[in-house]
């Protein structure tokens, strides 16, 4: 059964850099596509970041310049870094990527969400 695990969540004071990982457990011959959401309680979830199968990125207005996402099918796992974090970057952070099993199954897995909190 494949699964994308989240890590890397935390508390930070502002101004403090985190990387939340996603990892494909579970057989997989690579991860297409990958996107970063949060979501704070009783709001929508909120698009992030993301990045397709040429490396193309791209981030919400309000975290440009300060967050980067990227893949490495080597290691199977999506990568979002985090810095100069404020306040109100804190949420449950959720990836979502766009993962083949084969040349002809694909599906797009969430993780279980890892929570950020930026407070000093």
């Known amino acids: 059964q494949v699964q994308l695990v989240e890590s890397g969540g935390g508390l930070v004071q502002p101004g403090g850099s985190l990387t939340l990982s996603c990892a494909a457990e579970g057989s997989i011959t690579t991860i297409a596509a990958m996107a970063w959401y949060r979501q704070a309680p009783g709001k929508q979830r909120e698009l992030v970041a993301t990045?397709?199968?040429?490396?193309?990125?791209e981030f919400a207005d309000n975290v440009k310049g300060r967050f980067t996402i990227s893949l490495d099918n080597a290691a199977k796992t999506g990568y979002l870094q985090m810095r100069s974090l404020k306040p109100a970057d804190t949420d449950a952070y959720y990836c979502?990527?766009?993962?083949?099993?084969?040349?002809?199954?694909?599906?797009?897995?969430w993780g279980q969400g890892t929570q950020v909190t930026v407070s000093s």
């Open positions: 979502n990527g766009k993962i083949y099993c084969s040349h002809l199954e694909w599906y797009y897995l």
């Open positions: 990045i397709n199968n040429s490396g193309g990125t």
